[in-house]
């Protein structure tokens, strides 16, 4: 694997944690990291959460130091809000600073915040300027294909993040209407990577080793970004180094790591966030880690009833007894 320059940050490879709204939080972040990310993007935290002291912003800001190199990613669509909570938080020990351009959501997208900006180049440009000029930091954008078929833009804002002082920028390969369905188009990153000179990090559709090969055949991209395949596969990023250094293909590993791993996940959680959201939102997780093994059609429809590290401790024994 290659390494990857982001501004003055200097990757160990060039495999990178997406940023994703409620599943990357720091827990899952560290999981990642040990098996091999080179960096760990945060959930997108809102500028005018900051701005407001909400009360919820503070976790999101977390950063744990086994976690680095981490990207923290903000959203939000007033140049000068957007440049003064990067002044504020400037201090904090991240070491990249992403900009969501691609949040498809109808209440993120609603408030021109998210992929609304790539409806509107000018004002994105004015976002990113602001926002280097108030970072010691790298400051990177995350874009899609564009807002819908009929308005294919990344080639442009990826332009215009250049000029306006991103050190890099990621496309995911779906348009905004598209949000995460259909079938990723790596074309719109290649046209992206021939367009620009900062570094271009492709994002969609990898969920193993060959994936980022065709990607890096296919688009020349210089990093590759992981979401949906690393829920509940935090080994996605040691399966694909591995790949790379042996030539031999492996998949997750057998149910008993498995299980291991998800419950010290489940541990995390409950440190972070206390005994009743940790294990709720562990719920998710449990059905993500889950995928593929034996017997785990009939375990997922009692994970929502765990209520306890004990009685998800309790469940995940007796599966293992029952299928091992």
């Excluded at 564009?146 to 804002?157: K, L």
């Excluded at 079938?183 to 021939?194: E, P």
């Excluded at 395949?229 to 591995?242: D, E, K, M, R, V």
């Excluded at 057998?254 to 959201?277: C, N, S, W």
Aim: hydrophobic share 40%.
């Amino acid at each position: 694997m290659e390494q990857l320059q982001i501004g003055n940050v200097k990757l160990e490879n060039n495999l990178i944690l997406a940023p994703m709204a409620g599943v990357t939080d720091l827990p899952f972040r560290l999981l990642c990291k040990e098996q091999g990310a080179a960096l760990c993007c945060m959930e997108m935290v809102s500028a005018k959460g900051i701005y407001y002291n909400n009360k919820n912003t503070e976790s999101l800001l977390t950063v744990d130091e086994r976690e680095r190199p981490v990207s923290l990613q903000l959203f939000g669509s007033d140049p000068e809000i957007m440049g003064q909570m990067t002044a504020k938080i400037d201090y904090r020990n991240y070491d990249i600073l992403d900009i969501n351009m691609g949040c498809p959501v109808p209440k993120v997208v609603n408030n021109g915040d998210g992929s609304a900006l790539m409806k509107n180049p000018v004002l994105a440009g004015k976002i990113i300027e602001s926002m280097v000029k108030n970072s010691s930091k790298p400051v990177t954008v995350k874009i899609r294909k564009g807002f819908d078929d009929e308005h294919i833009n990344a080639v442009e804002m990826a332009h215009v993040a250049e000029e306006s002082g991103a050190a890099a920028v990621a496309v995911h390969g779906r348009t905004r209407e598209q949000y995460y369905s259909g079938k990723a188009d790596w074309s719109i990153i290649a046209d992206v990577k021939s367009a620009v000179k900062i570094p271009v990090i492709g994002n969609g559709d990898i969920l193993d080793a060959k994936d980022v090969i065709a990607m890096k055949e296919q688009t020349g991209c210089d990093g590759f970004m992981i979401g949906r395949g690393a829920q509940g596969n935090p080994w996605i990023f040691h399966q694909i180094l591995h790949y790379f250094e042996t030539g031999e293909l492996i998949g997750k590993p057998p149910m008993e790591e498995m299980v291991k791993t998800m419950l010290r996940h489940a541990k995390l959680q409950i440190e972070f966030k206390g005994d009743y959201l940790g294990i709720r939102e562990m719920r998710k997780h449990a059905a993500w880690y889950t995928a593929g093994y034996k017997g785990a059609s009939k375990l997922r429809g009692r994970i929502n009833d765990v209520e306890s590290y004990e009685e998800l401790e309790q469940l995940f024994t007796e599966f293992l007894s029952t299928y091992c």
